[in-house]
């Protein structure tokens, strides 16, 4: 697969694994075995890039990655996230980014994740109780120290990456981005290209709307975290996204792809700093979303979605979850 550059030198695939979907907010959850076997699949197949967080289980990725890569530890590159109270010391949920709580969550990723280091360590959500500056400083502390080597920021406003940039360099921001949810061209995508941090888009196919497997009649099942989201548990909302659908099936029967496929060209023709992370716990999806890679957009298709001028319809997160984003 083709290789992209993130910030300060970090390469990885043009296209990585969100891993979350293995182990929360999408159920019914596979066994073990079958997702440490389609993560070396990913790895068989080129991808390099693995993505996971303290908080998804609570831990339970981190320990399934840590199993599926163990094997190939030099060949990848493994990203997680920090950044919540997850042992009640503030409150279950409650957002902790405090020093002391990174360096013990560090150290428990380590073991979880069955390494020595870890590539690229994200904040999940920036603490208002915590200066960035405290964050980033402490990151930079575990990079002298061999325990990490990259900084990331996920879901951060354009003055935070500024000020954590200034301590640390941030060599990624996480963020939701996709053709539905394109916030980040406001002040985000500036903002990184002038400092030279790259973009990893989480929900690149819109949680799975973008893929056309999704419709007004589709029901979820108990827990899966799509029946708190306005943008589908509203009837009118998921009925008008529609229209996203059926443009890039439109696009995608030119160019005899499917509808994920051209969202995901569409992200990585944006920028050659942008590598989404598309996931799934199927190998015929994971199979598909690698081959986006090899599907170029031309300029006409660019225009012909920009022409299009589709908004998306209905909130992205409940109102709680909104409250946590850094804008």
Request: with cysteine; glycine share 8%.
């Amino acid at each position: 697969m083709q290789k992209r550059t993130l910030g300060t030198g970090l390469e990885v695939s043009a296209i990585g694994l969100g891993c979350m979907g293995m182990s929360i907010a999408f159920p019914p959850f596979p066994e073990t075995e079958r997702m440490v076997s389609l993560i070396r699949d990913a790895v068989d197949r080129g991808v390099t890039f693995f993505d996971t967080a303290q908080v998804y289980g609570p831990f339970t990725n981190e320990e399934l990655v840590g199993e599926a890569l163990e094997p190939v530890r030099d060949q990848v590159v493994i990203a997680t996230k920090f950044g919540f109270d997850l042992e009640g010391a503030i409150g279950p949920g409650a957002l902790d980014s405090r020093p002391e709580t990174i360096r013990k969550g560090v150290e428990e990723s380590l073991r979880r994740l069955r390494t020595d280091y870890i590539d690229l360590l994200y904040q999940h959500r920036v603490d208002p109780n915590v200066p960035t500056e405290d964050v980033a400083g402490t990151v930079r502390e575990l990079i002298e120290q061999g325990k990490v080597r990259h900084f990331g920021l996920s879901e951060a406003g354009a003055q935070t990456i500024r000020r954590a940039h200034a301590v640390q360099p941030v060599t990624a921001l996480q963020s939701e981005y996709s053709l539905w949810w394109r916030e980040p061209e406001g002040a985000i995508l500036p903002t990184l290209e002038e400092l030279g941090i790259g973009l990893v888009p989480f929900s690149p196919l819109g949680k799975g709307f973008l893929t056309g497997t999704i419709d007004t009649n589709t029901d979820f099942a108990n827990g899966d975290v799509r029946n708190t989201f306005p943008r589908f548990a509203e009837p009118e909302a998921r009925a008008a996204n529609l229209a996203f659908v059926e443009l890039l099936t439109r696009i995608a029967e030119q160019k005899e792809a499917t509808s994920a496929q051209v969202a995901l060209a569409w992200l990585l023709a944006q920028k050659p700093w942008i590598v989404p992370i598309p996931g799934t716990t199927k190998l015929h999806r994971l199979e598909e979303n690698i081959a986006a890679a090899d599907i170029e957009l031309t300029p006409d298709e660019l225009r012909e979605i920009e022409a299009a001028q589709l908004e998306g319809h209905g909130a992205r997160y409940s109102e709680a979850a909104q409250r946590m984003i850094d804008r």
